[in-house]
């Protein structure tokens, strides 16, 4: 089931922006969701979606390069190339939900971006 609101949260560590983007979708604590990741380090893609799933979400079709906050869906997961490492991220209903930036009105600092459309998983 997609979350009504978000309370953003802020990484704990800097390899978890996974954990705490699961954690902001689920409403469950970054340490649960450590637990059902398996890792306490960086997440990848496997990880984010069977973790979605086990929680009634999904991800819809292929990722898809954005460059306009515009063209983004109303819930999605972004992948970003920042300057230092690929990141995860949130977007939700006009407002991006950044473990590392916080709560910001556009794209944290990225070259390259992409994003994947959450949906409830029925």
Known sequence: MLPTKIQHIFEPDPLQCGQAVLSMLTGKSVDEIIKECETVRET???????VLEENGMRLLGDRKAVT?????????????ETPKCWHWSLYFKGLFYDPEYGLIKDFPPSN??????????F
């Open 44 to 50: 990848d893609l496997k990880c984010m979606k069977r």
């Open 68 to 80: 306009n906050k515009k063209d983004l869906p109303d819930v999605a997961l972004l992948s970003l």
């Open 112 to 121: 390259r971006r992409y994003f994947w459309e959450i949906s409830a998983k």
